[in-house]
């Protein structure tokens, strides 16, 4: 079984300051791990994945992830914030199933100017 | 490419109707998987349709029900609705030829109102 623990359900950064959201998974298997992004009223936009490759992940918008499987952890960074990153990010992990997503319980996001 | 569309985007139903959505995935892609998202549950896996077969479940009342086309195009329905069931829908879709490491690309959703 698979889960995810965001931890935050609301983070404040000033424009220009560093993005951090914090995502821990639980996987049975090696897990397959993602960030998706979701704006008002639209569906998720994947940022990024993870699937055992490098551990170092860079996705769009500036956006990158480490996978750290001694911490379970696959935190979401981005060195500077901007006003249009403002939004609600998930992180989920994909189990052996494939095509079978659990989420976290997303973090909101807010840039301050 | 034009990416998944989903209709119809806005629905509102009574206690008890039934509902019909649907989801276009993109061209190519086989796989059509169901989400539902509400505020206190977050988002919950509904079921995953692959080559018109139903190859994954998540944990929901047999109200839901889903079925895939020959061209890959899937519907899904909830029967005898409650208000619990007023969410916004997603569906997503992936190339997927081999089961894992495929990205799922999501449409924008269908927001069922219950009333």
């Known amino acids: 079984a698979q889960s995810v623990t965001q931890l935050g359900s609301h983070v404040s950064v000033s424009e220009g300051a560093l993005v951090l959201l914090r995502c821990n998974y639980s996987s049975s298997v090696p897990p397959y791990l993602f960030w998706y992004v979701q704006y008002p009223n639209q569906g998720l936009q994947l940022l990024l994945k993870y699937t055992s490759a490098a551990t170092l992940v860079k996705g769009i918008n500036g956006f990158e992830a480490e996978f750290k499987k001694s911490e379970t952890s696959f935190h979401l960074t981005k060195p500077s914030a901007h006003m249009s990153d403002a939004a609600e990010y998930f992180c989920a992990v994909e189990g052996n199933a494939g095509n079978m997503l659990t989420f976290g319980g997303g973090t909101r996001l807010m840039v301050k100017p | 490419k034009a990416g998944v569309t989903q209709t119809p985007r806005y629905l509102i139903k009574t206690r008890g109707q039934q509902v019909t959505l649907s989801c276009s995935p993109i061209s190519g892609h086989r796989s059509v998987s169901w989400y539902q998202q509400t505020p206190g549950q977050g988002l919950q896996f509904l079921f995953e349709y692959f080559s018109e077969t139903q190859r994954n479940k998540g944990n929901f009342p047999g109200r839901f029900s889903g079925r895939q086309f020959s061209n890959s195009r899937s519907e899904m329905n909830v029967s005898t609705l409650e208000l619990g069931d007023s969410a916004l829908y997603l569906c997503?879709?992936?190339?997927?030829?081999?089961?894992?490491?495929?990205?799922?690309?999501f449409g924008p959703g269908t927001r069922l109102t219950v009333t």
């Open positions: 997503a879709s992936s190339l997927d030829t081999s089961g894992r490491n495929y990205e799922q690309y």
